[in-house]
């Protein structure tokens, strides 16, 4: 099945290639290589669903158009092997960028070097690569974890139990948990159970497991679920139990989806921190242009993040994020990665 899945994938990378054939003019007013000629990039992702991932590669679609990009989307779907096969054919194919979206870094490191040694430029989001010559598109976890769990404390206090939905390995839920260890120290938590799973089915295989866990420790009131599909397969949970006005829900990453779960009727749902899938896509594909320039954009790229909670959404009658961009203007857009020659996507 593996094989299969690799092939699959090299022939839609391969022909996805094939398939846009028809070359730009290149961007007036931009330096080499852009001015003169189509540019290529893939982007690369780990997982292989979920809205978060449809939003940000929509944002990759929207600046790679501004920019006459000829672009390339592939998803690995939660296989190391894969998206390892999905990195080499990109380098096999000559393309001037890869934008690696996710992943292990083990698994990463020694084929985005092998991109650069080919003078192919590199940019990584949310995996850590560790190298000088690759910027890391970053969503400031830290920041985005903190402000959820300050709104947490704010609604319950300090000394609540608690669990937590978690997989190690991905550095965004690493840094997003290491946090959530902090506050179980500093607020006097009691953390009952932590829990989780990354597949291709996330919110069904979180759901099962929560309500496992949630029959094992009734006194559980808040779940932190650093995930957006995690939170999802906790409400599921919550919901058929019926214990939705027991337990509450602070997760991270949101979409239109997300936000029509947290502003349901009684929603376990209370507050989730996020920036725009959208824009975090836009944003790489601008990191990748201005290496590609000669415009190195840093080691990090920083966008920062916005606290939403329900009782926002339902006030001001936010419904899709459209709704929330124009309620919450800094979720729009970002400056992050910008320059003079670079046109903006257009939404």
Do not use: C
Not at 31 to 56: M, Y
Not at 155 to 167: H, I, L, Q
Not at 233 to 245: H, N, P, Q, R, Y
């Amino acid at each position: 099945m593996k094989q299969l899945i690799k092939t699959l994938a090299a022939t839609v990378l391969g022909g996805t290639f094939l398939a846009q054939a028809t070359l730009a003019a290149g961007v007036a007013g931009a330096p080499a290589p852009f001015d003169k000629r189509q540019v290529n990039i893939a982007v690369i992702s780990f997982l292989g669903s979920g809205d978060w991932l449809q939003a940000f590669e929509a944002g990759v679609k929207r600046q790679a158009d501004a920019l006459g990009i000829k672009l390339t989307l592939s998803q690995a779907r939660n296989d190391n092997e894969t998206e390892l096969n999905l990195v080499e054919q990109a380098i096999n194919l000559g393309v001037d960028g890869i934008i690696i979206n996710n992943g292990r870094p083990e698994v990463l490191k020694d084929v985005a070097q092998k991109a650069l040694d080919k003078g192919i430029k590199v940019v990584a989001y949310d995996v850590n690569l560790d190298n000088p010559k690759i910027a890391q598109i970053e969503q400031s976890d830290k920041d985005m974890a903190t402000l959820v769990l300050d709104q947490a404390i704010k609604d319950k206090g300090d000394g609540f139990t608690a669990g937590a939905v978690y997989v190690a390995g991905f550095a965004p839920l690493d840094r997003r948990y290491a946090v959530w260890k902090d506050f179980v120290a500093k607020h006097n938590l009691k953390e009952k159970a932590v829990w989780g799973v990354v597949n291709d089915t996330v919110p069904a295989s979180v759901a099962d497991q929560t309500k496992a866990v949630l029959r094992a420790n009734p006194d559980i009131s808040v779940i932190f679920t650093p995930w957006d599909e995690f939170a999802k397969g906790v409400k599921l949970a919550t919901d058929e139990l019926g214990v939705s006005d027991k337990v509450k829900i602070y997760g991270v990453d949101t979409s239109t989806a997300d936000i029509q779960l947290m502003t349901e009727p009684d929603s376990a749902w209370v507050a989730t921190a996020a920036t725009n899938a959208a824009v975090v896509g836009e944003v790489s594909v601008r990191a990748v242009s201005l290496d590609i320039a000669g415009q190195f954009p840093g080691r990090s790229v920083l966008l920062q993040p916005t606290l939403i909670t329900r009782d926002d959404l339902t006030k001001n009658n936010i419904g899709t994020i459209e709704d929330l961009q124009k309620k919450f203007p800094a979720f729009q857009k970002s400056d992050a990665a910008t320059a003079s020659w670079i046109p903006a996507a257009k939404n």
